[in-house]
């Protein structure tokens, strides 16, 4: 195997004998196996033009690529299943649009067995581009294109979609198996930053016209004491439903880490069984899954191996999946998922155990922050905001992400963060207090609501009459470790953000050429020593 898409890749070069993030070598092979097929699919779908479902290709491709996500899916069983539905699709439109495809990539494998699949599966791996650079910058397209994936998922499970995503999506992994020159793949990976940009626009559109806009809430740290169920992960339909078949059950149910935003919304507080948010970031999940007590359901990537301890209280759902764990599967005829496992599980299980009181406030994504437009430019105009200190994107489990923390800790009392994603978790409890009645972390939502502050950003720049982004009183500290991080970092670039620090380390994938290029073109630098980087923010640079 070798895999170094995520932040926490060993040595920050590449995992060879298994996934940091626990992943076995065959599940590892066998992802690559998968986005080996769907470069396949992609291929023949824009070969067969309009004879091809576009939109049901898209969509399929999007929920396979969300599969491949740091995180997501453990599960061999589940991947080669999506192999082979890849191939089969793959087959039928060929066979319909009467193509002969004899490339490699869109060559097709009836293999008779699994084994055979894991056999050709360490052929199609990363490593088979021989260039360093193209090997890199195809890798950023990638994962760039994952991240999209994983917010187009969300948004058409909410009924919303935008077939020029799709498009891009065959478009950007048809292109992986093409003789492009670096430039070339370059573009290809604006592009994808701007397809980013559009993307979460429109799952935050969906969430927001579904759910309703979120609020200024005070979210609730602690437990009752009823049987609860715990949910994590990003999918706020599955949230929804699950509170819809947990009413009057005397079955609590509680967020955790991603999940959180779902407090904000309007639309889940009419729930009273909806106690709060319980825990932290996804990587403390067993420690606080053990302590919990009752069913865990997993809606989208963030699980991590999971412990005896819990596993048989565990659920997964969606493109989630971990080997020996139950999968509550989309019903085939539509129509909501039956909960009524985890449900009747978790009455036969103890109450929560309390691992912290108190609350913790959230809910400021961009209509509620323009709501404070006023009160918020008369401060930064007083001078009673100096700076605001972009701080979105994800948590991890090394030791130098305490960075985040001393940062947040060390920033001067007139400056404001605007936070969104799990990175939130080092610094969203420290009693870092108000500016005049503006709290000093604001935060957004999840990672995808990392579009929020985009649209902060922008507005602000009109009401104070800039040309350019960059001339705003922002600072850009992102925290990165998956591939939406990679997207939302693509997508600031698509709108001309520079001088982001990004850390704790620059991504594995990048190659030095490509690296440089970047640092050349945008200023994108790593985060350095809390002090230095301290002063650096006091000074705007």
């Known amino acids: 195997m070798f895999c170094y898409q995520c932040q926490e890749t060993a040595k920050n070069s590449g995992c060879t004998l298994k996934g940091v993030c626990g992943k076995t070598e065959d599940t590892a092979n066998l992802q690559d196996l998968l986005m080996f097929s769907l470069k396949g699919l992609a291929a023949c779908a824009l070969q067969a033009g309009e004879r091809a479902d576009v939109t049901g290709t898209g969509r399929f491709v999007a929920q396979a690529m969300f599969a491949t996500i740091t995180n997501a899916n453990f599960d061999s069983g589940r991947i080669i299943a999506l192999i082979r539905e890849t191939l089969k699709r793959r087959e039928e439109i060929k066979a319909s649009a009467g193509l002969r495809i004899t490339s490699p990539e869109a060559a097709v494998w009836f293999a008779d067995s699994d084994d055979e699949l894991r056999a050709k599966a360490p052929m199609v791996g990363i490593l088979a581009a021989e260039n360093e650079d193209i090997r890199s910058l195809r890798e950023l397209l990638t994962y760039g294109m994952k991240g999209v994936s994983a917010y187009a998922e969300h948004a058409s499970r909410l009924g919303y979609e935008d077939p020029d995503i799709y498009s891009f999506l065959l478009k950007g992994l048809d292109a992986t198996t093409r003789e492009l020159s670096a430039d070339e793949i370059t573009s290809l990976v604006m592009e994808c930053g701007g397809i980013a940009v559009k993307t979460m626009a429109l799952l935050d559109r969906a969430n927001t016209q579904t759910y309703g806009s979120p609020e200024i809430t005070k979210v609730n740290i602690g437990v009752r004491g009823n049987p609860g169920i715990l949910v994590s992960g990003h999918d706020l339909k599955d949230f929804e439903q699950l509170l819809k078949q947990t009413e009057g059950t005397s079955v609590d149910v509680y967020t955790h880490c991603e999940m959180l935003p779902a407090n904000y919304y309007p639309a889940f507080k009419k729930y009273s069984h909806f106690v709060g ?38 659920f997964t759902t969606g493109m989630a999946g971990y080997p020996g764990v139950r999968h509550i599967p989309e019903p085939a005829h539509g129509g909501p998922k039956d909960f009524s496992e985890i449900i009747s599980l978790a009455r036969t299980c103890r109450p929560p155990v309390e691992i912290e009181t108190g609350e913790i406030v959230g809910g400021f994504a961009h209509d509620q922050v323009m709501k404070l437009a006023d009160k918020v430019v008369d401060a930064v105009k007083s001078g009673a905001v100096k700076r605001f200190v972009v701080m979105a994107g994800c948590d991890g489990r090394l030791k130098a992400r305490s960075y985040f923390t001393e940062i947040a800790q060390g920033l001067p009392e007139d400056t404001v963060i605007l936070t969104a994603g799990c990175a939130k978790y080092r610094y969203n409890k420290l009693p870092l207090g108000d500016i005049g009645g503006i709290p000093r972390v604001l935060d957004a939502g999840q990672c995808n609501d990392s579009y929020s502050l985009a649209v902060i950003a922008m507005k602000l720049k009109e009401v104070f009459g800039l040309q350019d ?45 490509v690296a440089r290029v970047l640092v050349e073109k945008f200023d994108i630098k790593p985060t350095g020593d809390v002090q230095g980087d301290l002063a650096a923010i006091r000074e705007g640079r």
């Open 277 to 314: 948010n319980y825990g932290n970031a996804w990587w403390k999940q067993n420690e606080e899954f053990e302590q919990f007590g009752g069913p865990i359901l997993m809606t989208t990537n963030c699980i991590i191996p999971v412990k005896d301890s819990y596993k048989d209280r565990i």
């Open 469 to 513: 982004i960059n001339d705003l009183p922002i600072s850009y500290d992102i925290a990165w470790y998956e591939q939406k991080a990679v997207a939302v970092l693509l997508a600031l670039l698509a709108l001309g953000v520079k001088h982001i620090r990004l850390g704790p380390t620059l991504p594995g994938f990048l190659s030095p050429n």
